[in-house]
């Protein structure tokens, strides 16, 4: 164990994810089973630059691994893109005897972290909490499986419209470059086309599609669209283009939008979000730093950060066959 790790500060940063606040509550409870202090971190970095923490204990936590978003609230930090920004958060970490960070976010949050490591010296962990799961080195991220649920629910209620008035839904998703969130989602709800940044279906492809799907005898059909697909220019511009070249659909467009980083986190997101609080404080007190914490076959894996944030995480061809398959 690494004697000089006395106190290890938390906090999350980047966009919300479900699952955030089961991190945070993992990371407080390990550190005060190893018999260390654990210091919150409000407002991601802008906090840990204006220095607005508090010390917490097993019982600041209780309750909130039920709860979506995250109790430490985040907020973007133009501050800390400075080296002088950061200088600024590292010596109030140190004026608060923070010994090691742990960081919950996304691509941004853990660059972010690599850079404070590396100028100044502060161990750091990051912990991969963002629904878009397009981060590598890591099967999962936090709040990914709730958000994907959350998804098909929708989904499965506007289905009951498109039938009930024989209709096409384009229903549009996050995933502005990687389109898990849309392949995923759009098998299991049983969508009939799924239009994802990493495969430009084209326009006239699309339009053949929804023909042979009339011309099977569906009566309605959903589309899911993620927001950084390259077919249109947006959503709406894909609804006016099918009814202009297929006015026999009546087209609807559902723009889900930010209720998917909401709501209570899924059993597996909970449970995730447990496992990798324990191996980021447990990695901190084994001198180890600059990595994330990762889960690969079920297992907890440690990546480099600067690995980690290089690049996005690839679709999944076998699940783009499948999808393909299924809308026959």
Known sequence: MNQSIKRIGVLTSGGDSPGMNAAIRSVVRTTMFHGLECTAIYRGYQGLIEGDFEDFTARSVNNIINKGGTILKSARCEQFREKEGRATAFQQAKNAGI???????????????????QEFGLPIIGIPGTIDNDILGTDYTIGFDTAINTVVEAIDKIRDTASSHNRLFFVEVMGRDVGLVALNSGVGAGAEEILIPEQNLGLERLLDSLKRSKASGKSSSIVVVAEGDKTGKNVFELKEYVETHLPIYDVRVSVLGHMQRGGSPTCFDRVLASRMGVKAVESLLEGKSNFMVGVESNKMILTPIEKAISGLSEIDEELIRVSDIMSI
């Open 99 to 117: 010994d090691a960070l742990v960081v919950i976010g996304g691509n941004g949050s853990l660059t972010g972290a690599l850079k404070l490591n």
